[in-house]
């Protein structure tokens, strides 16, 4: 009898932390909804390293130039002819559904009024005010999604460990880290609790442990002002999900969210002397290749240090404006594509799989194939316009499990200028042949 209680009871509570485990996976899906749907973000490295234009903060870790030097630019900061409203308008106009700003990059220069401590734009700056809560404000105002980059490192700290690569203040000092982790504490309750925002992308993470920068803590902390709010991967895996960077992976990251943070040309602030941008149509294919992985692309802008944006990078938000406005319904609430190899291009479907979504990133000359698809097709028209395309099946045998190739024949006229998108519609979800081929073997 003891020994039959005892199983039950243990079941029990197999059954019961296996539930709570459940539930916890479909919270986070609830949380993570929004973002999943988002596709694209803008990021924002705006800072004093805009002054001289030299890396953020890297530049004095490194030893390009001095701390001094670097800091010296605190004095030219002016923020002159800064508009949020333009700015957000702006973002809104990309087809972002979300963005994040760098409240304070490594060299520990804050753009809100911090009360921790005393190197801010607020009181080391011509700027002399709060940047950074009339940006949260109109974010808010014109319904996008917030996000505060927060550097957990803070390389001007007096009781943080690093200087530079070369120089430390002290090698062990539990007292001094300890003193320095409060402090981080308290300036992330202070924009926890004015912000309140959707999401926490932090960075520098790599010179302590998580028990170091205290993350379970930290992670408590941002939930107790916003329970939903998402938490990126630089938290030493503590986050909600991966951020690769530059690079766009070759096969679809393992983790379920992820984001690539990207540059437009090699620079994240503002550098006048990287003239080195990338082609809009490289950006775009960047962008459908993250769709078609299940993705999101966080583009990043480096504004000037009077807060203007430079022509470049508003040329490149506008055209990514003109194309997800015309393309919508094959980039947001889309879902990761179908393998590599079954046509010649990025893919994606719908929520319900029974759309397939093609992106041309290039101009046919000659039909566009399908392989391996089992399904029956309805009809497929070229999304933005609307225009249905022609399509023909070969190689079908009756034999064979083996599907047919199908061609689809696009109108030179209905070509997108950058990215053409086809959408397919199927009989059912989408389902693939995935063999190597059969040989005959009766007819």
Same mark, same amino acid.
């Given at each position: 009898?003891?020994?039959?209680? =005892?199983?039950?009871?243990?079941?029990?509570?197999? @059954?019961?932390? =296996?539930?709570?485990?459940?539930?916890?996976?479909?919270? #986070?899906?609830?949380?993570?909804?929004?973002?999943?749907?988002?596709?694209?973000?803008? @990021?924002?490295?705006?800072?004093i390293y805009a002054v001289d234009g030299v890396s953020e903060s890297w530049s004095f870790h490194n030893s390009y130039l001095?701390?001094?030097?670097?800091?010296?630019?605190?004095?030219? $900061?002016?923020? #002159?002819?800064? /508009?949020?409203?333009? +700015?957000?308008?702006?973002? #809104?106009?990309?087809?972002?559904?979300? =963005?994040?700003?760098? =409240?304070k990059h490594h060299d520990g220069v804050a753009l809100w009024d911090t009360k921790a401590g005393d190197l801010s734009v607020v009181k080391k700056t011509p700027a002399a005010r709060d940047l950074l809560t009339p940006f949260c404000d109109e974010v808010r105002e014109q319904g996008l999604r917030l996000g505060l980059y927060y550097s957990l490192l803070d390389w001007s700290?007096?009781?943080?460990?690093?200087?530079?690569? &070369?120089? #430390?203040?002290?090698?062990? /000092?539990?007292?001094? $880290?300890? &003193? @320095?982790?409060? @402090?981080? $504490? &308290?300036?992330?309750?202070?924009?926890?609790?004015?912000?309140? *925002?959707?999401?926490?992308?932090?960075?520098?993470?790599?010179?302590?442990?998580?028990?170091?920068?205290?993350?379970?803590?930290?992670?408590?902390?941002?939930?107790?002002?916003n329970p939903n709010?998402?938490?990126?991967?630089?938290?030493?895996?503590?986050?909600?999900?991966?951020?690769?960077?530059?690079?766009?992976?070759?096969?679809?990251p393992k983790d379920k969210y992820w984001e690539l943070c990207l540059t437009m040309n090699d620079s994240w602030g503002y550098?006048?002397?990287?003239?080195?941008y990338k082609p809009v149509n490289s950006l775009l294919r960047t962008f459908v290749e993250c769709i078609s992985?299940?993705?999101?692309?966080?583009?990043?802008?480096? *504004?000037?240090?009077?807060?203007?944006?430079?022509?470049?990078?508003?040329?490149?938000?506008?055209? $990514?404006?003109?194309?997800?406005?015309?393309h919508a319904e094959?980039?947001?609430?889309?879902?990761?594509?179908?393998?590599?190899?079954?046509?010649?291009?990025?893919?994606s479907t719908n929520k319900g799989e029974d759309i397939l979504y093609i992106y041309l990133p290039y101009k046919p000359t000659g039909p566009v194939?399908?392989?391996?698809?089992?399904?029956?097709?309805?009809?497929? +028209?070229?999304?933005?316009?609307?225009v249905m395309v022609p399509w023909k099946v070969y190689g079908k045998q009756y034999w064979s499990e083996v599907p047919g190739i199908v061609n689809i024949d696009v109108p030179e006229e209905c070509l997108d200028e950058q990215i053409t998108v086809l959408a397919v519609l199927l009989d059912g979800k989408v389902d693939l042949y995935r063999g190597e081929g059969h040989v005959i073997e009766s007819n």
């Amino acid at each position: 009898m003891k020994r039959a209680l =005892t199983f039950v009871v243990s079941t029990l509570l197999l @059954f019961g932390s =296996t539930s709570l485990k459940a539930e916890t996976e479909q919270q #986070k899906e609830k949380r993570m909804e929004w973002f999943e749907n988002a596709k694209l973000g803008i @990021f924002i490295h705006w800072g004093i390293y805009a002054v001289d234009g030299v890396s953020e903060s890297w530049s004095f870790h490194n030893s390009y130039l001095p701390y001094d030097a670097y800091m010296k630019q605190l004095d030219g $900061f002016t923020a #002159k002819n800064y /508009d949020p409203k333009e +700015w957000v308008s702006l973002i #809104k106009e990309s087809g972002a559904k979300y =963005t994040v700003i760098t =409240t304070k990059h490594h060299d520990g220069v804050a753009l809100w009024d911090t009360k921790a401590g005393d190197l801010s734009v607020v009181k080391k700056t011509p700027a002399a005010r709060d940047l950074l809560t009339p940006f949260c404000d109109e974010v808010r105002e014109q319904g996008l999604r917030l996000g505060l980059y927060y550097s957990l490192l803070d390389w001007s700290h007096p009781d943080y460990p690093v200087i530079t690569r &070369k120089e #430390k203040r002290y090698d062990n /000092d539990p007292a001094r $880290f300890a &003193k @320095f982790t409060d @402090f981080n $504490f &308290k300036q992330l309750e202070e924009i926890s609790s004015a912000y309140k *925002p959707d999401l926490y992308w932090f960075d520098g993470d790599w010179e302590q442990t998580a028990e170091a920068w205290k993350s379970t803590d930290i992670v408590k902390l941002l939930r107790k002002y916003n329970p939903n709010t998402i938490i990126n991967s630089r938290i030493q895996g503590y986050g909600d999900y991966s951020t690769p960077e530059q690079g766009v992976p070759v096969v679809k990251p393992k983790d379920k969210y992820w984001e690539l943070c990207l540059t437009m040309n090699d620079s994240w602030g503002y550098q006048g002397a990287d003239t080195n941008y990338k082609p809009v149509n490289s950006l775009l294919r960047t962008f459908v290749e993250c769709i078609s992985m299940g993705g999101n692309l966080l583009l990043d802008i480096g *504004p000037k240090a009077d807060g203007t944006i430079p022509q470049e990078q508003v040329d490149v938000l506008k055209e $990514f404006g003109r194309w997800t406005k015309k393309h919508a319904e094959a980039v947001y609430d889309t879902k990761a594509g179908i393998p590599n190899g079954h046509v010649m291009g990025y893919t994606s479907t719908n929520k319900g799989e029974d759309i397939l979504y093609i992106y041309l990133p290039y101009k046919p000359t000659g039909p566009v194939t399908i392989k391996g698809l089992k399904n029956k097709i309805n009809r497929i +028209w070229v999304v933005g316009n609307g225009v249905m395309v022609p399509w023909k099946v070969y190689g079908k045998q009756y034999w064979s499990e083996v599907p047919g190739i199908v061609n689809i024949d696009v109108p030179e006229e209905c070509l997108d200028e950058q990215i053409t998108v086809l959408a397919v519609l199927l009989d059912g979800k989408v389902d693939l042949y995935r063999g190597e081929g059969h040989v005959i073997e009766s007819n």
